[in-house]
């Protein structure tokens, strides 16, 4: 009979664990920042959070500029959806440019899609940018350096993930391997 009991708890708690998903990234279900974005593509098409509706959403802040983390972010970013194979059809990643002054949506469409063709870069004025920079906490400050790039800009380098509910769930830092990134798409992906 003890055997019993052991057996059904073991299997209560398994169904538990299955409630409550473990993730790689930081678990940042419930925050209340990160909830409003309007901003235009680099088609010219102005967008928001809900537009992407029924798809998990990658968010990544950067610009086309930037000598080392945005293009290392966007690679792994594209690595991640070849590794998602079939399923990186239900994930779009979006690549919010800090620097509105030098990333043109022209810029932004000869940048951000040759990571991968689905991938959006997202534009909006200098007031709208800080606004919305502001409103995801993310860091951003101008550094004038010499020869021809005048500045660069130190910003956060990490990205949010939004779940297909359109709920913000998960804070990734740029040092998060692919297949941790994957995997945690996949979790929010089967609706954990």
């Not at 002054?101 to 040759?114: Q, S």
Request: glycine share 10%; hydrophobic share 45%; proline share 5%.
């Amino acid at each position: 009979m003890l055997r019993v009991v052991f057996f059904a708890l073991a299997l209560l708690l398994a169904a538990c664990d299955q409630a409550a998903p473990v993730f790689h990234g930081t678990d940042i279900t419930g925050a209340r920042f990160g909830q409003r974005l309007e901003l235009t593509d680099h088609n010219g098409q102005a967008r928001r959070l809900a537009d992407f509706q029924g798809k998990a959403v990658v968010l990544f802040f950067g610009y086309t500029s930037c000598p080392d983390i945005c293009p290392t972010t966007l690679a792994k970013l594209a690595d991640v959806m070849k590794h998602l194979g079939p399923e990186s059809k239900q994930v779009q990643v979006l690549f919010v440019t800090l620097d509105p002054e030098r990333d043109t949506a022209a810029r932004l469409k000869a940048f951000v899609p040759w990571f991968d063709p689905g991938f959006l870069g997202l534009y909006g004025d200098r007031p709208g940018t800080d606004a919305l920079a502001r409103e995801f906490r993310v860091y951003s400050a101008r550094k004038e350096v010499g020869g021809g790039m005048g500045y660069v800009l130190d910003h956060t380098a990490g990205a949010y993930i939004y779940d297909p509910a359109g709920r913000l769930r998960l804070y990734v830092g740029d040092g998060a391997p692919v297949a941790d990134i994957a995997a945690d798409l996949k979790v929010l992906l089967a609706g954990r």
